[in-house]
């Protein structure tokens, strides 16, 4: 949890005084259920390696 405070990814509003994950934390360390509803039109159907290896393609 000291981990999390000190890279700013559970951060303590100031205005309110409550503190909880940041979009940064909840995007790296959140489940699928949750990314859903903090971002809705945020996903990623497949990333697949293609031959070159120099570059990714995603696909729909």
């Known amino acids: 949890m000291a ?3 000190t890279s700013a ?4 509003d100031p205005l309110m005084g409550k503190e909880g994950f940041a979009l940064a ?3 790296l360390f959140g489940k699928d ?5 903090a971002v809705p039109s945020f996903r990623i159907a497949l ?8 570059r990714y393609e995603t696909i729909d």
């Open 47 to 54: 990333i697949k390696r293609v031959d070159n290896y120099d």
């Open 9 to 12: 990814l559970y951060p303590k």
């Open 3 to 5: 981990l999390l405070k």
């Open 33 to 37: 259920e949750i990314i859903a509803t």
């Open 25 to 27: 934390g909840i995007l």
